[in-house]
C-alpha cells in the first residue's frame, strides 16, 4: 500500500461495503491467528516433551506460554468478530481495533515472549538444547503478532472512500479474501506413506508446514510439504496421497483453486482435502464443502480436533478404496461370468438373456448343419491315459473352433468325439451352406495334418444337410443353446451313414452349391428312418483342383 493512502485521516468514514468489511476482519484474523497458531502449537509439542523427559518445571512454564496463547486466541477472535464490532460501534474503526488490541494482549504477548527467553536459558541448563530451537520460533512469533498489529492502522486508508476502493489500491490478501468469500451463486462453478497414510500439507506459512507436519509424523503419517498450489498439483502429479491438508490463503493459486482442480480431475477427486484456514467466514467453509472438501478447520487447528478429523476422513477413504477395490473385482468378475456365457452361448443370445428373457426359442426357415465324428479314434482312446485322451481331443476341437469362429459359424456342441456346427444362426446369413462347406473341407484338411503329427491312424466323417431348424436355450443352471427338428436329424444321417474321409452332403444342400463347388454323385442310399435318399461327396472347391470332377 502506498504512502499517501497510509496518510489518510484515520476513523472518517467505515470500510464501503459490509462485504468488503467481512473481508477486510477475516484477513485481520487470519494475518494474527497464524503466529498465534505457532505460539500454540510449538509450545504444546514441547510441553509433552518435557514431560515425557521428567521435566516438570519446564513442562509447567511451557503449559503457561500456552494457556497465554489461547488467551491471545481469545482477545483476536472477540475483538474481530463481526458481531462484536456490529453491536458495538456498527463500524469497522481500525485505529480503535489496533488500540484495543494493543492494550489486551499487552500481558499475554509479554508472558509467551518472556517465558520463551527464560525457557531457552533453562534448557541449555538442562541439557535440552533440542527444545532451544521451538522456544525461538514461540519468542518470535510473539514478536510477529505484536508487529502485525502495529500494521493495522495502515489499512485504515481504506476508510476514507465513500465507494468500495478500485481493486488495484486494495492489498492483494484482502482482495483475495473477497473473492474467497463472494456469494456462492456467483462463484464459478468447478469442472466437471506411513503407516497411518500419506499426507500433503499445504501451506505457504513455513511456521504452519513445521508445526503441521511435526505433528502428524508423531502421529504416524507419512508426511509430504508444498508451500503453494503449483507445488501442490506438482507433488500430486508425482505419488498418490491419501490426504491433503489445504491452505486456504496462499499466493499464486489459493486453495480454493487447487481444490476445483482436484475434484474437477477424475484421477485426483477421490483424494479427501481437509481446508485449514484462519480464514473463518461461513461463506467461505460451505463453499469448500459444497466444492468437495471433507471438513474444514480453522486456525490456531486444536490438535486433538485435527486427529480426530484426519483419522475420520482417513477411515472414509479406506472405506471408498475398499469399495472400489470390490467393484473392481465384480468388473472382472462379471467380464469373466461373461467371457464364460459366451463360450456357451452366442453374443445375441447372450444379450437376450441378460436384458431378461428368460424363454428363448427361434424357427428359421433355412440353415445348414454339419456333424462330423472322428473315424478310429475309439480304438485309440482305449490305449491312451485319461489327460492323453483330453489333451488329444482338446487340439483337434481347439483347431476346430479356430475354423467356426473363422467361418463365422456357430459351434453347438461337442459329444465324445463328435462335432456339430451350423450355419445361418442366430445371426442370419444368405451363404450359410457356402460356409459350412468351406469349413468342412478344412476340417478334413486339418484332420489329416494332425494324424500325421500323432502318428496315429484316424479319419474325420462329415455330413452336412440344410433345411429349417428351431433353435433355443435349455436348462436354467447349466444351459446350452440347442438345434431341433427333422434338418438336424438328417445331418445325422449323412454323417452317420457316410464314408471315412469325406464330406457327405443331402440333395438340398448339393443344389445350392453346386455351382460353386465340385461333387461326386453317390446315389440313393437307404437311410434309416428316411427311407431312400440321394446323396452327394463334396470333393473341393471350383476355383480349386478336384480328386473327382462333379
Given amino acids: 500500500m502506498s504512502d499517501s493512502v497510509a496518510e489518510r485521516p484515520q476513523g472518517e468514514q467505515p470500510v464501503a461495503s459490509a462485504a468488503a468489511q467481512r473481508a477486510l476482519l477475516a484477513h485481520l484474523r487470519h494475518e494474527l491467528r497464524t503466529p498465534i497458531n505457532a505460539i500454540l502449537g510449538y509450545s504444546e509439542m514441547l510441553t509433552e516433551d518435557a514431560a515425557e523427559a521428567g521435566h516438570e518445571r519446564l513442562a509447567s512454564d511451557l503449559g503457561k506460554i500456552r494457556s497465554a496463547g489461547g488467551r491471545l486466541l481469545d482477545i483476536v477472535n472477540r475483538l474481530l468478530d463481526p458481531a462484536h464490532i456490529e453491536s458495538h460501534a456498527g463500524e469497522l474503526d481500525l485505529a480503535e481495533v489496533e488500540a484495543r488490541l494493543r492494550h489486551d494482549v499487552r500481558v499475554p504477548s509479554s508472558t509467551v515472549i518472556g517465558y520463551a527467553e527464560l525457557l531457552q536459558e533453562e534448557a541449555a541448563e ?86 503441521l507436519s511435526r505433528r502428524l509424523a508423531r502421529d504416524g503419517y507419512a508426511v509430504t510439504v508444498a508451500e503453494n498450489g503449483r507445488e501442490a498439483l506438482e507433488r500430486i502429479s508425482e505419488r498418490a496421497f491419501d490426504l491433503v491438508l489445504l491452505d486456504l490463503m496462499m499466493p499464486e493459486l489459493n486453495g480454493f483453486e487447487v481444490l476445483r482442480h482436484m475434484k474437477g480431475d477424475e484421477r485426483l477427486r477421490h483424494i479427501p482435502v481437509i481446508m485449514i484456514s484462519a ?37 472414509r477413504k479406506r472405506l471408498r478404496d475398499r469399495e472400489q477395490a470390490y467393484l473392481e473385482q465384480l468388473a472382472v468378475e462379471r467380464e469373466r461370468s461373461e467371457r464364460l456365457l459366451l463360450n456357451v452361448l452366442p453374443q445375441p443370445i447372450a444379450e437376450r438373456l441378460k436384458r431378461g428373457e428368460t424363454e428363448i426359442a427361434d424357427s428359421f426357415a433355412e440353415a445348414t448343419v454339419l456333424f462330423s465324428d472322428l473315424v478310429g479314434f475309439t480304438e485309440i482312446a482305449a ?49 450359410h451352406a457356402e460356409a459350412v462347406a468351406e469349413m468342412a473341407l478344412d476340417m478334413l484338411a486339418v484332420t489329416h495334418r494332425l494324424a500325421e503329427e500323432s502318428g496315429d491312424s484316424f479319419q474325420i466323417r462329415v455330413g452336412i444337410h440344410t433345411g429349417p431348424v428351431v433353435a433355443g436355450v435349455v436348462g436354467t443352471t447349466k444351459f446350452t443353446y440347442d438345434l431341433w427338428g427333422d434338418t438336424v436329424n438328417t445331418a445325422s444321417r449323412m454323417e452317420s451313414y457316410g464314408i471315412p474321409g469325406t464330406i457327405q452332403v443331402s440333395e438340398a444342400t448339393y443344389v445350392r452349391l453346386r455351382e460353386r463347388f465340385h461333387f461326386q454323385e453317390r446315389g440313393p442310399i437307404e437311410v434309416k428312418g428316411k427311407g431312400r435318399l440321394r446323396t452327394y461327396l463334396l470333393t473341393g472347391r471350383q476355383d480349386a483342383p478336384s480328386s473327382t470332377a462333379g
Avoid at 518470535?140 to 481504506?158: D, F
Fill in 383 to 431: 490305449r491312451l491315459a485319461p489327460t492323453e485322451l483330453v489333451r488329444r481331443l482338446n487340439v483337434i476341437f481347439s483347431a476346430f473352433d479356430e475354423l467356426a469362429e473363422r467361418h463365422k459359424l456357430e459351434k453347438i456342441k461337442t459329444i465324445g468325439d463328435a462335432y456339430l456346427i451350423v450355419g445361418g444362426l442366430p445371426a442370419l446369413r444368405a451363404d
Fill in 126 to 211: 538442562l541439557g535440552q538444547e533440542h527444545l532451544i530451537e521451538d522456544l525461538q520460533k514461540i519468542h518470535a512469533a510473539g514478536k510477529r503478532l505484536i508487529e502485525q498489529i502495529g500494521t493495522i492502522v495502515r489499512l485504515s486508508g481504506m476508510q476514507g472512500e465513500s465507494a468500495p476502493a478500485p481493486a488495484a489500491e486494495i492489498p492483494h490478501l484482502v482482495r483475495d479474501a473477497l473473492s474467497a468469500i463472494r456469494p456462492l451463486e456467483s462463484a464459478h462453478a468447478a469442472p466437471a506413506r506411513g503407516e497411518q497414510g500419506a499426507v500433503l500439507v499445504v501451506d505457504d506459512s513455513p511456521t504452519n508446514r513445521d508445526l
Fill in 279 to 315: 480464514l473463518d467466514e461461513i461463506d467461505s467453509v460451505v463453499r469448500c464443502i459444497e466444492m468437495g472438501a471433507e471438513d474444514y478447520l480453522p486456525k490456531p487447528f486444536n490438535p486433538t480436533l485435527l486427529q480426530a478429523r484426519i483419522s475420520s476422513s482417513m477411515e
